[in-house]
């Protein structure tokens, strides 16, 4: 069974940094993507980036400049750098690792993160 373990969340001054780590029970390269989604109060769940097994980043414009994914193969471990926080990016932020072969895809989640960002 896939686990991903996620932490580093929390409460943070807009204009402030968090860095979430995404901790996944098997080795990155047997997922094609491994990804951060957030949700927030009110609104659909929506992507914000994502790393794939050859290492090639995706991004949400709105996050460009401001957010790296990175990844520690050794450790099993996906990154989300947050830096230049703003209000509206409060939110829960899941974790996604998605495995596909050439009849099934499996899809596997995090408990989800709370990141908060207020005066």
């Known amino acids: 069974q896939v686990q991903l373990v996620e932490s580093g969340g929390g409460l943070v001054q807009p204009g402030g940094s968090l860095r979430l780590s995404c901790a996944v029970s098997g080795s990155l390269f047997s997922f094609n993507f491994v990804g951060w989604y957030r949700q927030a109060p009110g609104k659909e769940r929506e992507s914000v980036s994502n790393i794939t097994s050859s290492g090639r980043t995706n991004s949400a414009d709105f996050v460009k400049g401001r957010f790296t994914i990175s990844r520690d193969n050794a450790k099993n471990t996906v990154y989300l750098q947050m830096n230049s926080l703003k209000p509206e990016d409060t939110a829960v932020y899941y974790c996604?690792?998605?495995?596909?072969?050439?009849?099934?895809?499996?899809?596997?989640w995090g408990q989800g993160n709370q990141v908060t960002v207020s005066a």
């Open positions: 996604r690792a998605l495995r596909a072969d050439t009849l099934n895809t499996y899809t596997y």
